[in-house]
């Protein structure tokens, strides 16, 4: 069993604020219960961003970012059973051991098993796949899509239907996974009810989809960009709004409309003065509002403990509560089957070397 390095091209980040570098790096091969995949497409989330930015306290440069990322199983280290070579897959940032405390429960899908090596960006082992002109290159939230071969755990991949477009089904990794699972897994959206979302990114349209298929009767969006309004009404946005069309906070504008407040609100941004709006545009002895975006280092939420006296819920969800290799594969599925929309996300297809144009585009809201 001989295993070679592979040479490859990688978006490699140097250090933090500057674009990201095509180069040619070296992936070496798996180690025991390691997986190297062939990385067939990749989308470009905020969360890469923020990593970027230098904002992200456990953000090591150098080091391959990406972590929406669809591919085929190239090889496989000693011990793998899940997965073989040619397997098609999904990378996982949550993986999903089965083992520890946090998977044998239903409450939570956060895996533990890896969490401390993963955000030190290196392997389980605690050494680096990657190499570029003699460096080790760190990796990002155990999955680097960023490049034309990774390496990841074989608890963070999901074997998914052959069949399936890899340019679209990628997108399962993070967002849309991440926003539908946060209205029906997290919130339990039901049937007849309102709900507000805060941010018509990819994250909100898949919360408005999950809303949608969960039979809420009014979905409200709520973006200070209007382009995103018509896109959000494909979605199932009932109606859309923007908090600087008033004078009055957003969340007494939404208290109005619904006659004491949504059931549901979700905060798709990572803005603390927007999630304490969700919370406050929420009824009186039921609503639940759930955190999804993730907010800058060391910035804390803040509201008047009566509003959760008064029967409010505040809630955050990660990866949309998904347990990640039993259920990405079924979400799979509910694409095949067109039960979820994925296409309809996709604005552009770029090649590889223009990823920097992709964040651009990202950052100007197109």
């Not at 919360?207 to 973006?223: E, F, L, Q, T």
Request: proline share 4%.
């Amino acid at each position: 069993f001989f295993f070679q390095v592979i040479k490859c091209k990688a978006a490699v980040a140097w250090e933090a604020g500057k674009p990201l570098s095509i180069e040619e790096v070296e992936v070496a091969p798996p180690k025991a219960h390691e997986v190297r995949i062939k990385i067939v497409a990749t989308a470009v989330c905020h969360t890469d961003a923020y990593t970027l930015s230098g904002a992200d306290p456990e953000g090591c440069f150098p080091v391959i970012l990406g972590h929406e990322g669809a591919g085929i199983v190239e090889s496989v280290g000693e011990g793998v059973t899940k997965v073989k070579k040619g397997d098609t897959v999904i990378p996982l940032y949550i993986p999903q051991c089965g083992e520890c405390k946090f998977c044998k429960n239903p409450k939570t899908n956060l895996c533990q098993k890896i969490r401390i090596t993963q955000g030190k960006g290196v392997m389980p082992d605690g050494t680096s796949r990657f190499t570029c002109k003699g460096k080790q290159i760190y990796h990002f939230m155990g999955t680097s899509t960023f490049s034309e071969y990774t390496v990841v755990a074989d608890i963070s991949v999901a074997k998914i239907d052959a069949a399936a477009p890899l340019d679209r089904v990628c997108l399962l990794g993070c967002g849309i996974s991440t926003g539908y699972g946060a209205a029906v897994n997290t919130a339990k959206v039901e049937p007849g009810s309102t709900c507000a979302v805060f941010g018509l990114g990819g994250v909100g349209l898949a919360v408005i989809m999950g809303c949608k298929i969960a039979g809420a009767s009014r979905i409200i969006g709520i973006d200070i960009n209007k382009g995103k309004y018509a896109r959000a009404k494909e979605f199932g946005a009932t109606e859309c709004i923007s908090p600087q069309d008033s004078k009055k906070p957003i969340q007494e504008v939404l208290v109005e409309m619904t006659d004491g407040g949504v059931d549901y609100s979700f905060e798709c941004i990572g803005n603390v003065a927007v999630m304490r709006a969700a919370l406050e545009a929420c009824h009186k002895g039921w609503g639940v509002s759930v955190i999804i975006g993730v907010a800058a280092a060391g910035q804390e939420i803040s509201t008047r403990p009566f509003q959760l006296v008064t029967g409010r819920t505040w809630k955050g969800t990660a990866f949309g509560g998904w347990k990640s290799v039993d259920n990405v594969p079924k979400l799979v599925t509910e694409y095949m089957s067109k039960k979820i929309k994925i296409d309809e996300f996709v604005t552009h297809t770029l090649p590889f070397d223009k990823i920097n144009e992709a964040f651009e585009l990202m950052h100007s809201g197109e």
